[in-house]
């Protein structure tokens, strides 16, 4: 409990301006975020090149160029899992640009959506499909990217975003339905 408020005040500190709170929340964290990009980045998966010490540095960058105001630990790491998501959607995007006109099609994403993806045009579909699911639903939306992009197990995912583990647990299974009827269609 005293690691969580020390980071929360690391993040309200770098927040105001101190460089140095912010080195110390990249390092507390560091670890944490390469295992979630490992897990992201596992045999298979859609990250091509891109390494999880890479997909971890990317998104560091990102959230420390946002100026966002972190407000607590779980704040931080799904904002983490969104650079995340950006950074390989970004990847994913300038790969399928040097295969336009190969034939290359896409393959439908995994039933579960609890394993990596494996190809790039289904990271792409993923990201589509979320960015529409998040017009409608927002919550569902982040419990996808808090689930998938975080790694985040259920009770995490609830306590992140202040829900019970149940309403969480029908939210994740609600946007999964949702998500693979769209990925299929």
């Known amino acids: 409990m005293h690691e969580q408020a020390d980071l929360t005040g690391w993040l309200a500190a770098w927040h105001a301006g101190d460089r140095a709170a912010g080195e ?10 390469r295992g979630m990009a490992a897990g992201l980045l596992g045999p298979g998966a859609a990250g091509g090149t ?54 290359v099609r896409p393959e439908p994403l995994d039933v579960a959506l ?18 529409q699911l998040e017009l409608l639903d927002p919550q569902a939306a982040r419990i996808v990217e808090l689930r998938y992009f975080a790694g985040l197990s259920i009770d995490e995912t609830a306590a992140a975003l202040g829900l019970h583990a149940s309403s969480a647990y029908r939210e994740w299974q609600h946007a999964r339905v949702w998500l693979k009827h769209r990925l299929d269609a």
């Open 114 to 131: 609890d394993v990596a993806i494996p190809d790039s045009s289904d990271l792409l579909a993923l990201d589509d499909a979320l960015s």
């Open 24 to 33: 110390r929340v990249c390092g507390r964290v560091y670890a944490e975020l």
């Open 50 to 103: 891109l390494q999880p010490t890479a997909l971890v540095n990317e998104a560091l960058i990102k959230l420390i160029g946002a100026d966002a105001d972190f407000d607590s630990r779980a704040h931080f790491f799904g904002a983490a899992a969104r650079a995340m998501r950006q950074v390989l959607v970004d990847a994913a995007r300038a790969r399928q640009a040097d295969k336009r006109g190969n034939g």
